[in-house]
């Protein structure tokens, strides 16, 4: 759609833009082209979302970065009028709202409950742990047949590997809770699928909770139910906060893993740069760069404006809806030069697709590090790495909250 609607103003519906938009199917790394225009033409619009309502829609660098700085912008899900992502996102919520989905200040007393797990020391601790799990997982794929779907294979294992170890989950029921998540993240999900999920996955992390109640171990859920003991927290919020940080830490990963080597195979100028590197400079840098240019969570930060806000002349009014477009923010020429093209040497640390300010995200640097330990190891490991199938035979995502592919088959 050409047309858009001028800020501020009442417009007819017909031309307010359905969000989220199509990617063009030539060019399945590259945020939709109606975002682009819209970055060009009208930066702050407004759009429709699943539910027929309109929210601000912001895809500006400078302007997505200062207003997810700002305190006049409000995380709270329970808010009238704040842009659910989809209907099995807002049932997710109304169950089991944590504090990703809260303002201070208890949205920081509660992340700082957690916060220590994921701080770059005790992070960096973890690395040896994670080039193991790293090694282990490809010595399994060069001992089975050829071709091989990397995704299954490789790009979940780890990161669920690691998330499980952290917190203190089972790993052998990493099927379980990795279905149900697949069903809250896909926008397509009915509201009774999505209820049903998140009570499975609320009652298995209760379990686990009152496990670690009875017998404490060194692992995160074993400091929520600290919290519990000392009535900080119910179980039942302790499980909320296990859930969403076991979600979240592999969903996000294993997209990233994936999504990252199928770019890497398409620029394969980009990928020998990295697998003959041996700094670690190059590695965390192309790190980096493919978060930029991948952007995987392309469904916008979400959030409710609590005053007036004036932002690249447009007025958002107290109690509107706005999304954050970090996707597109991320392709912003005005920030990077040349946006559009992969260059692993940029190091564009600028990037917003961990988001910016208080509500950042918590586990950023875990997936730094597993990231760096995938990407220096996978190519060099299996230096023919190659697509089994045509590009345009790869299943893309277009249909959850996170971006990346249902499978990537892969030989050597």
């Not at 700082?112 to 020391?121: D, E, L």
């Not at 190519?379 to 299943?395: F, G, M, N, Q, S």
Request: glycine share 6%; hydrophobic share 40%.
């Amino acid at each position: 759609m050409n047309t858009f609607s001028a800020p501020g103003t009442d417009v007819p519906s017909a031309q307010v833009p359905d969000y989220p938009m199509a990617r063009a199917a030539r060019c399945p790394f590259d945020p939709p082209p109606a975002l682009h225009t819209l970055q060009d033409q009208a930066p702050i619009s407004r759009v429709r979302l699943w539910d027929g309502s309109t929210a601000w829609l912001v895809t500006r660098y400078d302007d997505v970065r200062a207003l997810l700085a700002d305190p006049r912008i409000s995380s709270d899900s329970d808010l009238p009028h704040y842009p659910h992502v989809s209907p099995a996102q807002k049932e997710r919520r109304r169950q089991s709202r944590t504090f990703i989905n809260m303002d201070d200040p208890e949205h920081a007393r509660l992340r700082r409950m957690v916060t220590a797990a994921f701080s770059i020391r005790q992070v960096e601790a973890l690395r040896p742990a994670i080039q193991k799990i790293v090694d282990g997982l490809i010595d399994t794929m060069l001992a089975g047949p050829k071709p091989v779907d990397l995704v299954q294979a490789f790009a979940l294992p780890v990161p669920s590997l690691v998330i499980c170890e952290l917190l203190g989950v089972p790993y052998a029921d990493h099927d379980f809770f990795q279905a149900n998540s697949k069903i809250l993240i896909k926008r397509t999900s009915t509201v009774e699928q999505a209820r049903v999920a998140t009570q499975q996955l609320l009652d298995y992390l209760d379990r686990q909770i009152g496990v670690k109640l009875a017998h404490p171990a060194d692992d995160v859920l074993s400091t929520l139910a600290e919290r519990v003991r000392a009535g900080e927290l119910s179980q039942r919020e302790a499980a909320g906060m296990g859930m969403l940080l076991l979600t979240a830490g592999h969903e996000t990963t294993a997209n990233m893993i994936a999504l990252g080597t199928l770019a890497l195979l398409q620029n394969p100028d980009q990928l020998d740069r990295l697998r003959e590197s041996d700094d670690p400079k190059t590695v965390a840098s192309a790190v980096e760069e493919l978060l930029r240019y991948l952007t995987i969570p392309h469904s916008g930060r979400r959030r409710v404006a609590l005053e007036d806000i004036e932002v690249g002349g447009v007025t958002i009014r107290t109690g509107e809806g706005v999304v954050l477009s970090n996707d597109v923010a991320n392709r912003d020429p005005a920030a990077f030069p040349d946006p559009d093209q992969l260059d692993i040497g940029s190091n564009p640390r600028h990037h917003v697709a961990f988001g910016f300010g208080v509500h950042q995200c918590l586990g950023q640097p875990l997936a730094r590090v597993e990231l760096q330990v995938v990407y220096s190891t996978l190519y060099r490991r299996i230096p023919t790495l190659k697509l089994a199938v045509d590009l345009d035979e790869v299943p893309f995502k277009h249909d959850g909250a996170v971006y990346g592919v249902y499978e990537l088959p892969v030989t050597w």
